[in-house]
């Protein structure tokens, strides 16, 4: 199995920046594609950010191109996400998810998940 844990969560002002972490533990984590989802409150969870399980495919949600950026570093088992220009539109539980070598945008391809970080933007 391989075990995820985000971090880097918090409250920002709109149009300000955060960057959130997934930390991997097993020695198979350079064999998984890595995806970035977000739940906002009372709606579905969705897409957000992919990386291939070499990082040369990446993929992005329509909603967040330009703005965010999804890279991983195989050696240190961690992947990340920069997002910039936040809106309050953003504001969602962000959770890292994990699958075997290719990013696909549904959730239930994913076989693995962490627990989740709160990203709140203010107006």
């Known amino acids: 199995q391989v075990h995820l844990v985000e971090s880097g969560g918090g409250l920002v002002q709109a149009g300000g920046s955060l960057r959130l972490f997934c930390a991997a533990s097993?020695?198979?984590?350079?064999?998984?594609?890595m995806g970035w989802f977000r739940q906002p409150p009372e709606k579905e969870r969705e897409f957000v950010a992919g990386?291939?399980?070499?990082?040369?495919?990446?993929a992005y949600a329509n909603s967040v191109k330009g703005r965010f950026t999804i890279s991983r570093d195989n050696a240190k088992n961690t992947v990340y996400l920069h997002m910039n220009s936040l809106k309050p539109e953003d504001t969602a539980v962000y959770y890292c998810?994990?699958?075997?070598?290719?990013?696909?945008?549904?959730?239930?391809?994913?076989?693995?998940w962490g627990q989740g970080t709160q990203v709140t933007i203010s107006s």
């Open positions: 097993g020695q198979f984590f350079s064999s998984y594609a």
């Open positions: 998810a994990a699958r075997p070598i290719r990013v696909v945008t549904t959730t239930s391809a994913y076989d693995y």
């Open positions: 990386i291939s399980w070499n990082g040369a495919d990446t």
